[in-house]
């Protein structure tokens, strides 16, 4: 049982290119997530789908694009990376949003660095 | 603006002692909250919430108690292992908005190292 599967683990990237995140779970959970960590800024929230076919931003959307393609995938689109999108990137997916039955799943991870 | 702060950024404690984490939280509106603990390398796991009607809840050799009136709760580890050093996450999910979703919001994280 993989649970949530990110790739690429690792990515270099010039500014201005363009890059996708993957991201899969296999446990037939409704809401997934995109998360990105900082230094001493916690997990901050960048978009999330509270069920197929939705899709909403969260704290810090500016710069990213997702696609919901289906129940199992969510992906996270760069368009023109910078600097300052050097983070690690995280996908999460619970059963549902907003109770705390339903706690996130994370993948392991996406090392993104922008030169 | 961090609704819910973690003002150690590290912690160490010797193995078999207890280790206490501490988070702060300014919005009296939460309901429940979450901590989640990391290992390098890896994502962020669920470890253990409580609802805000508890002012306790136990899972093992973690208890995590609720201050409401101190804006307060903490993360208790005992008896303390090596496997227990790791980064713990304390979160809470944002009140909605109208016909909006609740979001989490997290702690900065303390980072506990447990000394053999």
């Known amino acids: 049982n993989a649970g949530v599967t990110q790739t690429p683990k690792f990515q270099v990237l010039k500014t201005g290119q363009s890059m996708t995140l993957q991201c899969a779970q296999d446990m037939n959970h409704n809401s997934m997530y995109w998360y990105r960590q900082d230094p001493g800024m916690g997990l901050r929230l960048i978009y999330y789908?509270?069920?197929?076919?939705?899709?909403d931003k969260g704290e810090v959307p500016n710069g990213y694009n997702v696609s919901r393609l289906n129940k199992r995938e969510f992906s996270l689109r760069l368009e023109s990376a910078a600097p300052s999108q050097t983070s690690v990137y995280f996908c999460?997916?619970?059963?549902?949003?907003?109770?705390?039955?339903?706690?996130?799943?994370f993948g392991n991870g996406t090392r993104l660095t922008v030169t | 603006d961090q609704q819910v702060k973690q003002n150690s950024p590290s912690l160490s404690v010797q193995e078999g002692r207890i280790s206490i984490l501490n988070c702060d939280y300014t919005?009296?509106?939460?309901?429940?909250f979450l901590w989640y603990k990391k290992y390098p390398a890896e994502g962020p796991t669920f470890l253990i919430s409580i609802s805000s009607i508890k002012d306790k809840n136990e899972d093992g050799r973690f208890t995590v108690f609720l201050n409401k009136s101190a804006k307060h709760l903490s993360l208790h580890i005992v008896p303390s292992q090596p496997g227990d050093s790791a980064v713990y996450f304390c979160a809470a999910p944002l009140p909605r908005t109208n016909f909006g979703n609740e979001k989490l919001t997290f702690g900065t994280g303390t980072r506990l190292t447990i000394i053999p």
């Open positions: 919005n009296s509106m939460f309901d429940y």
């Open positions: 999460a997916s619970s059963v549902i949003m907003g109770t705390d039955q339903s706690p996130l799943h």
């Open positions: 789908s509270a069920s197929e076919g939705t899709t």
